[in-house]
């Protein structure tokens, strides 16, 4: 079934939004997604490429705010899915200095089938970054 799938990820961590921020930005994130290759810049309006034995992710920090915020355009092909252009990934902060929730959405995703892979890949990652 196509559509417009929408989907939601989230995680409580025993550190400050600094600490998560700074994780992202080393690419941690991107590292827990199990790609062979991972190549970014994390600056607004810098590209990303997360490569795969089954395909690839390629995108763009789309909005950076410190500590609070991350907007990623996400593009995928492979995996065995029809290619998938302009989904976006927001990231959200919330918390103090010792506690913070990270909650993540997945927006425009194409097909049920796609968006159930991403949430269960999703939750998986939130749940490594820190350990």
Known sequence: MEGNYFITASHDYSASPAQIYSLIGKGKLFQLTGAETVNFIFSE?????????????RGQFMKIIENEKIILEWDSDGFNREPEKGTKVWVTLLGDEKHTTLALEHREIPTEESALSKKKSWERILEELVK
């Open 45 to 57: 309006n810098a590209p990303f490429e997360l490569i795969f034995k089954s395909g690839t992710v």
